[in-house]
């Protein structure tokens, strides 16, 4: 039997002196993005936001315009098969202090560059790259409204 479960969860990033932090949890030894569970009356991004909340303590501000979806297929203990959908929002944080909930042994923020060598999942590096991307686009595009 299969089991579909739906997720979400945000790539959270800060800006200190000219240069773009990606957050990473570690869990397990693995780092990853904040992520969980949608619960029952939740739309995506209200899951995005509480759980991110939840696991970082930071005050986030959702950035509009980007939304990444991740399917993966994994087994539960004793065979299950589970359908796992995430759906991923952008968020900013003004802070550098996490404080990671008990699920996670800790943290880091880490460059760009630094992100995508060190974390755990294909999924998380074609993510942060899509975010990276996504913020360049839209810092070029605010110059050039700037100019008008």
Do not use: C
């Amino acid at each position: 039997m299969l089991i579909e479960e739906r997720s979400a969860g945000a790539v959270v990033f800060r800006s200190e002196d000219g240069n773009r932090y990606y957050l990473l949890l570690i869990n397990a030894g693995r780092l990853d993005l904040p992520k969980g569970q949608i619960e029952q009356g939740e739309d995506e991004i209200a899951a995005a936001m509480r759980e991110t909340k939840e696991e970082t303590g930071l005050e986030l501000t959702f950035i509009s315009g980007f939304r990444k979806v991740v399917e993966y297929y994994y087994a539960r203990p004793g065979g299950e098969r589970v359908h796992k959908i995430v759906t991923f929002f952008l968020a900013e944080s003004k802070t550098k202090e996490v404080k990671v909930s008990s699920e996670h042994q800790g943290y880091v923020w880490l460059s760009f560059e630094e992100a995508i060598k060190k974390a755990s999942y294909r999924s998380t590096k074609v993510l942060l790259t899509s975010a990276e991307n996504f913020i360049k686009r839209n810092l070029i595009q605010q110059k050039i409204d700037a100019k008008y």
